[in-house]
């Protein structure tokens, strides 16, 4: 852990707010990367985002040091995210939904641009495929090439269930991707076939 | 008995059926490429002002728990008080109850009036005029202090009286 990292979290301890903001600073982005794909939409993940690190500066005191920071924070993020799902019963993803991401490519072309949100639509329409536990699983390792040990820490579960549910869920999203890929090329082919005939 | 055997390549990212395996490639590329997404600028000052909400939520709640737990207890008196009277409910009625009440509290405020009353009639041949000139002072005195005082929390509240 960085020194500043350790000082910011002993001020906060204390109960000092511009150095928790200084933790939040730091480590928004992540947050709200892993809350937007488990949620599927900005204004969900913002108030995702926002309500994990009010959580965690309540729960400071719970934080126990040997762990990383990033991981109990994310931990925390994904465990307030199935929670949410669960009560609200979130529809499943829409295009609609998708409204205004920052995607990474600040300066990026118009036809990038649309690569790239179709791209995120593709991502989030996969992962839309699988429950929250799961979801949050394949999060954690392709996003942050977290360890089994790591996710089975962050989201109280053992080794084994982490194995398990990321080898369904492997499957799973291959599947879905054969499937979308076969209907992509029958939808071709039948426009092909119209406008030759 | 059909027992399920375990999955020889459970641990391994691959799949034995070669369009499984290709298509997983293809889409954990498309997760790696993904990246991340940033929310609008503005987060942590956002959490700032979201912090402060709950904080004044938090308080808010506090003082309803506290006025909550004050008038359970005030309840509690007033059922322990109201105890004594059940057996005389069960025995006479509400309406006899309620008659007695009234009369104990009638012959209280008599009690003290009269004795407010005997204490006036005697103490002026009693206590010396220069003790009562005092005593009016210091209760005029007394008086003048809470009303500053109360001025003074008041303008604390940001309310203007001028």
Redesign the interface.
């Known amino acids: 852990m960085h020194s500043a990292e350790q000082d910011w979290l002993n001020r906060a301890r204390k109960g000092d707010?511009l150095a928790f903001?200084n933790l939040?600073?730091a480590y928004?982005?992540?947050v709200?990367?892993l809350c937007?794909?488990m949620l599927g939409n900005?204004g969900d993940?913002?108030d995702a985002?926002?309500e994990t690190?009010?959580r965690a500066?309540k729960g400071l005191h719970r934080y126990d040091s040997s762990r990383k920071f990033s991981t109990w924070l994310l931990s925390i993020a994904s465990n307030y995210c199935i929670d949410q799902h669960r009560r609200k019963k979130l529809p499943t993803f829409s295009y609609d939904a998708l409204e205004t991401?920052?995607?990474?490519e600040k300066a990026m072309g118009m036809e990038a641009m649309m690569m790239q949100e179709e791209?995120?639509a593709?991502?989030s329409e996969?992962l839309d495929k699988l429950g929250q536990k799961d979801k949050a699983a394949?999060v954690l390792r392709?996003?942050y090439d977290y360890s089994y040990d790591e996710i089975a820490e962050s989201l109280s579960m053992s080794v084994s269930a982490v194995?398990?549910r990321l080898?369904r869920a492997?499957?799973e999203?291959?599947?879905e991707?054969?499937v979308s890929?076969e209907s992509s090329m029958a939808r071709k082919r039948t426009q092909y076939e119209q406008t030759t005939a | 008995m059909n027992k399920q055997q375990p999955d020889p390549l459970m641990n391994d990212e691959h799949f034995e059926d070669k369009m499984l395996d290709l298509a997983w490639g293809k889409v954990e590329n498309s997760f790696r490429s993904a990246g991340m997404i940033d929310p609008l600028p503005g987060f942590t000052n956002r959490w700032m002002a979201r912090l402060e909400v709950a904080r004044q939520k938090e308080e808010r709640k506090q003082a309803w728990a506290l006025i909550f737990a004050n008038l359970v207890i005030a309840i509690g008196f007033v059922i322990l008080i109201g105890i004594q009277y059940v057996p005389s409910v069960s025995s006479g009625g509400l309406v006899s109850v309620l008659v007695e009440i009234v009369s104990r509290v009638v012959l209280f405020v008599q009690m003290v009036t009269g004795l407010v009353g005997a204490l006036l009639r005697t103490l002026p041949g009693l206590v010396p005029t220069s003790w009562w000139v005092g005593g009016i002072g210091m209760v005029g005195l007394a008086v003048a202090l809470w009303v500053s005082m109360v001025r003074r929390h008041i303008r604390g509240q940001g309310v203007n009286h001028e």
Request: aromatic letters at 16%.
């Open positions: 707010d903001s939040v600073e928004h982005r992540p709200y990367n937007y794909r900005a993940a913002e985002a926002q690190f009010i500066y991401p920052n995607l990474p791209k995120q593709q991502v996969l394949v392709y996003w194995k398990s080898h492997r499957k999203l291959a599947q991707w054969i890929q």
